[in-house]
């Protein structure tokens, strides 16, 4: 069984900072690729950005105020959000591509989401 679990989530102001962080474990052979996606009320969930062992991906909103990064060697994801705006709140879940083992096809798992709200 693997589970992926969030944290850091909460309440900020508009222009204030935030990390988020997403840890997998359980029976683990290899993790592959990590992503943050959000999903706001009435629409429909949306990634925010990627990272692999040797890249990173973000999309257009989010560029310049948002880093993703993965601790070496750890099944650990984060995400330091800065400058937020009302517009980021969302709920925001971690998604891992995990092979359980060496022989077995690798699986998508998500967690179960952190609630990030961006208001005065």
């Known amino acids: 069984q693997v589970q992926l679990v969030e944290s850091g989530g909460g309440l900020v102001q508009p222009g204030g900072s935030l990390t988020l962080s997403c840890t997998a474990s359980?029976?683990?052979?290899?993790?592959?690729?990590m992503a943050w996606y959000r999903q706001s009320p009435g629409r429909q969930r949306g990634l925010v950005a990627t990272v692999g062992h040797k890249f990173t991906n973000y999309t257009d909103p989010v560029k310049g105020r948002f880093t993703i990064f993965r601790e070496h060697g750890e099944n650990t994801m984060y995400l330091q959000m800065n400058d937020l705006r009302p517009d980021a709140t969302a709920v925001y879940y971690c998604?891992?591509?995990?092979?359980?083992?060496?022989?077995?096809?690798?699986?998508?798992?998500w967690g179960q989401g952190t609630q990030v709200t961006v208001s005065t």
């Open positions: 359980g029976t683990i052979w290899s993790v592959g690729p």
């Open positions: 998604h891992a591509v995990i092979w359980r083992g060496e022989r077995l096809p690798p699986a998508h798992d």
